[in-house]
């Protein structure tokens, strides 16, 4: 049983350069959640996807956009990548959001850095 | 707003014996969930235990337990005969039963297991 799926694992971008992480999960969960994660630093919800067409923004949505193509699938997008977007990423889900106490599901991260 | 303080960077026990890590959060709600997370050198994100703010008795998962003191808002994790297994960093986060789906997560312990 596969969870939740991020890929890639590891990225090297220049300044400037653009690219999509992808994350898919095969739970049937409805939220699905993308966080970063900096050195000393709990993490920070970036967007957020509360149901299959619905988005909303976290804590630290600049410089990020998302889309959730299917109830699976849930991409985050660097337009134009600056080096204070060097961090770990996660994907995550959950059954439900608001209310109950849903734990989230994680994948296994994606280390991205920007130079 | 929510927040969730470790104050322990760093805590280390010698394998077999218990450790406590100490969680702490400020909040005006009177109902939400708390968890604790486990993240080993792999990255992923591992649902340690759980906590509902209206139940009175602590929850335990084996070896894990927390000690759930709602008065003075501190959640603290216990994990007894300590495992090689267990070395990671551990997470402490909050999330409202009313509010939106956002987690908000402490800084993090780094366990250290001593053979």
């Known amino acids: 049983n596969a969870g939740v799926t991020q890929t890639p694992k590891f990225q090297v971008l220049k300044t400037g350069q653009s690219m999509t992480l992808q994350c898919a999960q095969d739970?049937?969960?409805?939220?699905m959640y993308w966080y970063r994660q900096d050195p000393g630093m709990g993490l920070r919800l970036i967007y957020y996807?509360?149901?299959?067409?619905?988005?909303d923004k976290g804590e630290v949505p600049n410089g990020y956009n998302v889309s959730r193509l299917n109830k699976r699938e849930f991409s985050l997008r660097l337009e134009s990548a600056a080096p204070s977007q060097t961090s770990v990423y996660f994907c995550?889900?959950?059954?439900?959001?608001?209310?109950?106490?849903?734990?989230?599901?994680f994948g296994d991260g994606t280390r991205l850095s920007i130079l | 707003a929510q927040t969730v303080t470790q104050s322990q960077p760093e805590m280390s026990v010698q394998e077999a014996e218990t450790v406590t890590l100490s969680c702490t959060y400020d909040?005006?709600?009177?109902?939400?969930?708390l968890f604790w997370y486990k993240q080993p050198p792999s990255r992923q994100m591992i649902l340690v235990i759980r906590?509902?703010?209206?139940k009175q008795q602590n929850a335990t998962e084996n070896r894990f337990s927390v000690n759930f003191q709602k008065a003075a808002k501190s959640f603290s994790l216990k994990i007894s005969d300590s495992q090689l297994g267990d070395a990671a960093m551990y997470f402490c986060?909050?999330?409202?039963?009313?509010?939106?789906?956002?987690?908000?997560w402490g800084a993090g312990t780094k366990l250290i297991i001593k053979p």
């Open positions: 995550a889900s959950s059954l439900s959001g608001g209310g109950g106490n849903q734990p989230q599901h």
């Open positions: 739970m049937n969960h409805n939220s």
């Open positions: 996807s509360a149901s299959e067409g619905t988005t």
């Open positions: 909040t005006s709600e009177s109902d939400y969930y």
């Open positions: 906590q509902e703010a209206y």
């Open positions: 986060a909050y999330r409202s039963a009313s509010s939106n789906y956002q987690l908000i």
